[in-house]
T-cell receptor, first 111, second 113 residues
Framework: DAGVIQSPRHEVTEMGQEVTLRCKPISGHNSLFWYRQTMMRGLELLIYFNNNVPIDDSGMPEDRFSAKMPNASFSTLKIQPSEPRDSAVYFC?????????FGPGTRLTVT | AQSVTQPDIHITVSEGASLELRCNYSYGATPYLFWYVQSPGQGLQLLLKYFSGDTLVQGIKGFEAEFKRSQSSFNLRKPSVHWSDAAEYFCAANTGTASKLTFGTGTRLQVTL
C-alpha cells in the first residue's frame, strides 16, 4: 500500500493566486481529514469528511478556503485568493476506525 | 472543553538514556489515546494507541505508553533512546470512530551523542 499521497509536496505562489492541494487517501478508508500545521498554532483541523460528505468545516479559516471530496479516492483543498498568512504545511489524514494515517504534507509558501 | 496537554516543549536526552514524555488529557470520559511521531519534513506516524484493556501498550520502534486513569495521563516511554529518535512527538485523543483528534502542542526531543 502506497499510503496517503499528497501533491504537490512543495508549492510556492504569489499572494492572490489560487492554490489547489490534492490528497489521495488509502483505499478502503472511509474518512478523510485536512490539517494545517504552523509553528505558531501547531496542528489545526480544517475539515473532515465521512464517506465523502463534509462533516465539520468549522476549522476552515474563512471563505477563501474550500474543500471537496468528489469520490472516495480523491480530495482537494483550495485557497483562493491565497495570502502570506496561509503559509503552512497542510496534511491530509486517511481514517479507518479510530486510527488516522497522515500523508507527507504539502509545504505551502505564499509570497 | 476537551484538551490534551504536553507540558514539556523541549526535552534533551543522551543516547542510551531512558525517556519519558508526558501527556495529560481532559475529557468527560476516557478518550481513545494516541502517540504520533513527526520527523523533520515528514508527516505524522502513529507510534501506539490505547482504546481499553491493558493499561501498558506497546508500539513501534521500542516505545511504550502507560494509561493512568487516576492521573488522566498517557505518558510515552522508551528504555534506551537512539539518535534516530530525535523528532517531535504528539499526544492526541478522540472520542470515537472517525472523530476528530485533539492534539497536544508537541514535545521536541533532542538526542545528544
Amino acid at each position: 500500500d502506497a499510503g496517503v499521497i499528497q501533491s504537490p509536496r512543495h508549492e510556492v505562489t504569489e499572494m492572490g493566486q489560487e492554490v489547489t492541494l490534492r490528497c489521495k487517501p488509502i483505499s478502503g478508508h472511509n474518512s478523510l481529514f485536512w490539517y494545517r500545521q504552523t509553528m505558531m498554532r501547531g496542528l489545526e483541523l480544517l475539515i473532515y469528511f465521512n464517506n465523502n460528505v463534509p462533516i465539520d468545516d468549522s476549522g476552515m479559516p474563512e471563505d477563501r478556503f474550500s474543500a471537496k471530496m468528489p469520490n472516495a479516492s480523491f480530495s482537494t483543498l483550495k485557497i483562493q485568493p491565497s495570502e502570506p498568512r496561509d503559509s503552512a504545511v497542510y496534511f491530509c489524514a486517511s481514517v479507518t476506525g479510530y486510527e488516522q494515517y497522515f500523508g507527507p504534507g504539502t509545504r505551502l509558501t505564499v509570497t | 472543553a476537551q484538551s490534551v496537554t504536553q507540558p514539556d516543549i523541549h526535552i534533551t536526552v543522551s543516547e542510551g538514556a531512558s525517556l519519558e514524555l508526558r501527556c495529560n488529557y481532559s475529557y468527560g470520559a476516557t478518550p481513545y489515546l494516541f502517540w504520533y511521531v513527526q520527523s523533520p519534513g515528514q508527516g505524522l506516524q502513529l507510534l501506539l494507541k490505547y482504546f481499553s484493556g491493558d493499561t501498558l501498550v506497546q508500539g513501534i520502534k521500542g516505545f511504550e505508553a502507560e494509561f493512568k486513569r487516576s492521573q488522566s495521563s498517557f505518558n510515552l516511554r522508551k528504555p534506551s533512546v537512539h539518535w534516530s529518535d530525535a523528532a517531535e512527538y504528539f499526544c492526541a485523543a478522540n472520542t470515537g470512530t472517525a472523530s476528530k483528534l485533539t492534539f497536544g502542542t508537541g514535545t521536541r526531543l533532542q538526542v545528544t551523542l
